[in-house]
């Protein structure tokens, strides 16, 4: 179990295009997110990149035993046309305390907003009753990955089937990894093709 109390982290970062956010220039905007570990299991929430030709990408990880896992990976396009200046932010808690994991985070683009939440308990074999939410909705157990169109917010998150990956336990190189694994469904996935033309 959980027995040690976790850090809390939390996130809030705010970039107008006027302005350079972490070093990158306005059109690229990237943040890994917050993240909270304990005995063996973690959470993060509210990874985002987003850069000049290249979809946005929001994501999340769960870590179980040395294993990780996306909790939800959203591949968004049309944000970057909302406006000539869009304004975007990105803010929530990541958690893991007693027994709980938990994770929420918001990433808003000018007047559309991604929410995604996670929470499991952890058992004797491992997590339990564990549900991640986009938009409010809870997805389907083993669901991952996920369109969104921003030129059309009320359509939704939409699912897209590909095989899980094995992501790198490592914090440090999951920015990259997401970033080439998004190219790579870019090229080979159909639905993920067909979502950003």
Same mark, same amino acid.
């Not at 109390?5 to 059109?27: F, K, N, P, R």
């Not at 027994?99 to 004797?124: C, K, M, N």
């Not at 339990?128 to 998150?157: C, H």
């Given at each position: 179990?959980?027995?040690?109390i976790?850090?809390?982290?939390?996130?809030?970062?705010?970039?107008?295009?006027?302005t350079?956010? $972490?070093?990158?220039?306005?059109s690229?905007?990237?943040?890994?997110?917050?993240?909270a570990?304990?005995?063996?299991?973690?959470?993060?929430?509210?990874?985002?990149? =987003?850069?000049? $030709?290249?979809?946005?990408?929001?994501?999340?990880?769960?870590?179980?035993?040395?294993?990780?896992?996306?909790?939800?990976?959203?591949?968004?396009?049309?944000?970057?046309?909302?406006?000539?200046q869009? =304004?975007?932010?990105?803010?929530?808690?990541?958690?893991?305390? %007693?027994?709980?994991?938990?994770?929420?985070?918001?990433l808003?683009?000018?007047?559309?907003?991604?929410?995604?939440?996670f929470?499991?308990?952890?058992g004797?074999? $491992?997590?339990?009753?564990?549900?991640?939410?986009?938009? %409010?909705?809870?997805?389907?157990?083993?669901?991952?990955?996920?369109?969104?169109?921003?030129?059309?917010?009320?359509?939704g998150f939409?699912?897209v089937?590909?095989?899980?990956?094995?992501?790198?336990?490592?914090?440090?190189?999951?920015?990259?990894?997401?970033?080439?694994?998004? %190219?790579?469904?870019?090229?080979?996935?159909? =639905?993920?093709?067909?979502?950003?033309?």
């Amino acid at each position: 179990m959980l027995e040690r109390i976790a850090t809390t982290l939390t996130l809030t970062l705010v970039c107008a295009a006027s302005t350079a956010c $972490g070093g990158l220039s306005d059109s690229n905007f990237t943040a890994s997110g917050a993240s909270a570990e304990s005995d063996g299991y973690g959470v993060t929430g509210g990874g985002v990149r =987003s850069a000049a $030709g290249e979809p946005t990408v929001f994501y999340g990880t769960v870590s179980e035993r040395g294993a990780r896992r996306y909790t939800y990976l959203v591949i968004a396009r049309g944000l970057d046309s909302l406006g000539e200046q869009p =304004s975007r932010s990105v803010g929530g808690t990541s958690t893991a305390t %007693g027994d709980r994991l938990e994770s929420e985070h918001v990433l808003t683009v000018d007047d559309v907003q991604l929410a995604a939440t996670f929470s499991a308990t952890v058992g004797d074999a $491992g997590l339990v009753d564990a549900v991640t939410r986009l938009g %409010g909705e809870p997805v389907e157990s083993g669901q991952w990955l996920f369109v969104f169109d921003g030129d059309d917010p009320s359509a939704g998150f939409q699912p897209v089937e590909a095989p899980a990956p094995d992501v790198p336990h490592d914090l440090a190189r999951l920015d990259g990894f997401t970033r080439r694994l998004v %190219g790579e469904l870019a090229r080979g996935n159909e =639905s993920v093709r067909a979502a950003l033309r």
